[in-house]
């Protein structure tokens, strides 16, 4: 199984195709839109691993963008004993949803591809007779 190591936002993920995650907010990226990252640190499988210095040139990796939302509020409450001081806050920090599809190492050449999402079919259920 493949693997790449991305950064986006501040942050490091490794990522195999087909997965999905939650990153920092994409700014300026829209729903259902396809996403590159170029700054790969690393990429290969169980055996071989390619690191970068400090990223890989050419090496690239392609995501769909699902939705753009908030996470659950965090609470911050500060309190000051004896001195009737109180402050409650709260913050809902922004992420991006994406799912990766491909993972290209740096001659182009696709390592792993996602398969296709199926849309199940409305199959009718068997309908159950019930007694009398």
């Known amino acids: 199984m493949s693997f790449a190591v991305i ?54 990796v392609e995501a769909n963008l699902i939705k753009n939302n908030k996470n659950r509020t965090v609470l911050i409450f500060k309190k000051r004993r004896r001195q009737n001081s109180r402050r409650k806050n709260g913050h809902r920090q922004q992420y991006s949803m994406i799912r990766i599809n491909k993972i290209f190492s740096k001659d182009g050449k696709v390592l792993s591809e996602a398969e296709k999402i199926s849309k199940p079919s409305k199959k009718e259920a068997p309908k159950k007779e019930g007694i009398k």
């Open 7 to 60: 950064q986006s936002g501040g942050k490091q993920y490794k990522v195999q195709s087909g997965e999905i995650l939650k990153i920092e907010r994409l700014p300026d990226s829209k729903e259902n839109s396809k996403i590159e990252f170029k700054e790969i640190l690393a990429y290969g499988d169980n055996k071989v691993i390619e690191i970068g210095t400090p990223i890989i040139q050419g090496a690239k």
